[in-house]
Structures are given as C-alpha cells and as structure tokens.
C-alpha cells in the first residue's frame, strides 16, 4: 500500500509538473489618459457594450487556464460550460498526461468539486473564500462566470459616467458604482469591451480584467466578437489580504448557444464527502 501511495503521489506531482512550462501571466494594460468630453455617440456606444450580446445564453468551450497566487502557480486544461447567470462546469485537467483531475460543478448557491486523484467529494457555498481555493481568485460569481464567458454585463447607466478620457484608439469611461468606482476600456471601432477595473471607494484598484485576440462569431443570425483570452488579476487578495492572485484563460475551441444547454452533475459513488468550507485549499492548488 506504501508503494502504491508512492506511485500516485509521483504520477501527481508529473501531472502538475508538467504545467510549469510555458507559463502565462496577466500582461499590462496601457490606460487611455487624455481627457475628453462626453459626446452623445460615447454614451450610444457605452450602452452598446454594456449591454454584453445579451443574446448569447451559452458556452461549451476548450481552454488553456494560467493560475497564479503569491503562494503557487499551475497550468491546468479545461472544458468549461457556462449557462449565462446560471450554473457552470469546468472539468479540469492537468499535466503531460492530460489526466482529468477534478470535476466541478457550480450554481448560484453551492459548488461540488470531485477529487478525482484522491476520490474525494468537496461539497461547500458558492462564495468568494471557495472560489479561491478551487480557481485562485474570489472576485464573486456573477464576475467570474462572466469574465470567462468573455462578455461582462455592467450594470451601471450612463447617467454613472463620470468622466471620458481617450488614447491609443481607446476610451476609458469612469463610472461611479455602490461599492466605489469602475473605469471602463472600449474599442471605439470595434465597439468592444478592452478591460474593466473595478475600485474600492478610497480609488484603488482590487480587480482588472483584460480581454483580447476577438473573433467574429454569429449566433441566431446575430453577429458578434467576443475575446479568446481572458485575463484577470485580484490585487491584495486572499486570506491574508495581500499579493495578486491571477488568472488567464486562452480558449482553444468554444462553441456558443448550443441546443443542449442543461448542465449537470452526476454524483460519485463511493467517495469521500469532505465539507468544502473547512479546506484550506485543493490538490492541484
């Protein structure tokens, strides 16, 4: 039983190992820094993008994923299925071998992650403290989901518009929001969403998200781009509250609206249930 354990434990650490190479970070993102008026076609495009393609309802994808903490980092490879403000599931895997290591499952309230390498089932609530421990960053749910989706909702009108400022062919719209402030990147001709940083109400920054390398799609006879990568970086995150947490995506394959949409869980047999929210942080973390 010594060597069998032996074995796995070899076998995991080659799994991990094997996503060191090539590793990713978030990169910089130049910030538009000339002032400009507000214009009623800033305000029609502002709306526009905010708006997200509300026709898009669905995601089943392929991915690359990059996660980043001050304490560790790990490559993993994902399928990721998304129901727009719904559930979601990414089945995770890891390594040279490719061997799936995780299965998560995730809705509104609750997040069932199956250990796949130590059969065990971690059953915990959808907050931000268990969205860390299993993905690096706890920017919340409806952000998350969104952010990998790669078309983020925002709420705020344009009466919140504070301020426009211009550069590099970008606008950066400032809003104010309930929690503090948002500065908003667009692509004025593509008529996209650049990147978004969100503010605490003393103006610094605790979450930036990046989207780049856009491909047309059409879905339902509608046409849109959305961005094959995503980055997102959490500053003074964690339970400590301190370093970056980040993570990048880099989708491979995805396909929107499919017919079949419902996502579910199937629970293991014959696992151990261990309460999610008692753990401090999973295997491949």
């Known amino acids: 039983m010594k060597g069998k354990g032996m074995l796995v434990w070899a076998l995991f650490l080659l799994v991990l190992?094997?996503?060191?190479?090539?590793?990713?970070?978030?990169?910089?993102q130049e910030l538009p820094a000339e002032q400009t008026?507000?214009?009623?076609?800033?305000?029609?495009?502002?709306?526009e993008v905010a708006e997200a393609s509300?026709?898009?309802?669905?995601?089943?994808?392929?991915a690359d994923v990059w996660i980043?903490?001050?304490?560790?980092?790990?490559?993993?490879?994902?399928?990721?299925?998304?129901n727009r403000g719904?559930?979601?599931?990414?089945?995770?895997?890891a390594g040279l071998l490719g061997w799936p290591v995780a299965d998560m499952f995730f809705n509104k309230d609750s997040l069932y992650v199956h250990d796949m390498l130590n059969n065990r089932l971690f059953l915990g609530s959808n907050n931000e403290l268990n969205l860390e421990k299993i993905l690096g960053v706890n920017s919340g749910y409806r952000l998350l989901m969104e952010s990998l989706l790669g078309l983020v909702k925002i709420n705020e009108p344009a009466s919140a518009i504070r301020s426009v400022k211009k550069g590099s062919g970008m606008l950066l719209f400032t809003l104010a929001s309930l929690t503090g402030s948002k500065e908003v990147v667009i692509d004025p001709a593509n008529r996209t969403l650049a990147?978004?940083?969100?503010?605490?109400r003393q103006g610094k920054t605790t979450t930036e998200i990046h989207f780049r390398n856009f491909e047309s799609i059409t879905v339902d006879g509608r046409r849109a781009l959305v961005p094959k990568e995503i980055e997102m970086v959490l500053y003074n995150s964690g339970a400590d509250g301190t370093g970056e947490h980040q993570l990048v995506?880099?989708?491979?394959?995805?396909?929107?609206?499919?017919?079949?949409r419902l996502i579910k869980f199937v629970m293991p047999k014959k696992v151990k249930v261990v309460n999610l929210d008692d753990t401090a942080f999973l295997p491949w973390m």
């Open 37 to 47: 008026a507000l214009i009623a076609e800033h305000t029609v495009l502002y709306r």
């Open 68 to 82: 980043k903490t001050p304490k560790r980092q790990n490559r993993l490879f994902c399928n990721i299925r998304i």
């Open 86 to 93: 719904g559930e979601a599931r990414m089945i995770v895997s």
């Open 54 to 62: 509300p026709f898009i309802e669905s995601l089943d994808g392929y």
């Open 249 to 260: 995506i880099a989708y491979d394959e995805r396909v929107f609206n499919q017919e079949n």
């Open 195 to 200: 990147a978004l940083l969100v503010k605490d």
């Open 17 to 28: 190992g094997g996503g060191c190479a090539d590793f990713r970070t978030v990169g910089k």
